[in-house]
């Protein structure tokens, strides 16, 4: 069952608390990303991770940084987390075959709150 | 850079007409590849369609684009609007030089209503 899955689904942390956000996906896709959504803004990458331990900045890299210790895994890690970070955040993957013609798989989504 | 910029905002439509919602993209690249992707609400947003074939219709589930590089367009199309076509709606654009990345519009939220 080809599937990527995001723990937790939703999340309230205080301002300056640190966020652990994580991801699974079970296609052995080498490439994964991190994504957040805002209302008008769409969908802006945050990080790209071509496989383990090879991990590019996005867009909006900023405040952010990741880890990739096993192919099926892709952790986004907030540090001392600001309100300006509340927003719903989706990691995806894709497959290296067709590299920029590949679908992008996503997850469900994580609803992060920082007040 | 890249970009792509798609038809703003809210679109909202009676159930039954046609729906269209435009697309248009910008790149030094000669051979784009353009993507739909569809996020219903509670759910993952997911691939509807795409191409890197120009002028020729690309089709899923009731929905087709085709892919025009003479005015930079990949507009998507359905005859007629379902309740259940209501969603955010994202084009995206990738290149040869792109390594995996996409660029997405900014989204459209298509709402239908009876």
């Known amino acids: 069952d080809m599937k990527v899955t995001q723990m937790p689904r939703y999340l309230i942390k205080r301002m300056g608390e640190n966020v652990l956000l994580e991801c699974g996906q079970d296609?052995?896709?080498?490439?994964m990303y991190w994504y957040r959504q805002d209302p008008g803004l769409g969908l802006q990458l945050i990080y790209i991770?071509?496989?383990?331990?090879?991990?590019s900045e996005g867009d909006i890299p900023k405040g952010y940084r990741v880890s990739r210790k096993k192919r099926e895994h892709f952790s986004l890690i907030l540090d001392s987390a600001k309100t300006n970070q509340t927003s719903v955040y989706f990691c995806?993957?894709?497959?290296?075959?067709?590299?920029?013609?590949?679908?992008?798989?996503f997850g469900p989504g994580t609803r992060l709150t920082v007040l | 850079g890249d970009s792509v910029t798609q038809t703003e905002g809210l679109v909202t439509l009676t159930e039954g007409l046609p729906v269209m919602l435009n697309c248009t993209y910008q790149?030094?690249?000669?051979?784009?590849?353009l993507f739909w992707y569809v996020h219903y609400l509670n759910e993952s947003p997911r691939l509807l369609l795409k191409?890197?074939?120009?002028?020729k219709r690309t089709e899923h589930q009731g929905f087709h684009a085709t892919l025009h590089k003479s005015s930079s367009s990949f507009h998507l199309q359905k005859s007629s609007a379902q309740l259940s076509d209501s969603a955010l709606y994202y084009c995206?654009?990738?290149?040869?030089?792109?390594?995996?990345?996409?660029?997405f519009g900014k989204g459209t939220k298509l709402s239908v209503k009876s």
């Open positions: 995806a993957s894709s497959s290296r075959l067709g590299v920029n013609y590949a679908e992008q798989f």
């Open positions: 296609m052995s896709h080498e490439t």
């Open positions: 991770s071509y496989d383990v331990d090879s991990n």
């Open positions: 790149t030094i690249y000669s051979n784009p590849f």
């Open positions: 191409s890197s074939t120009d002028n």
């Open positions: 995206a654009l990738s290149v040869e030089g792109s390594n995996a990345k996409l660029t």
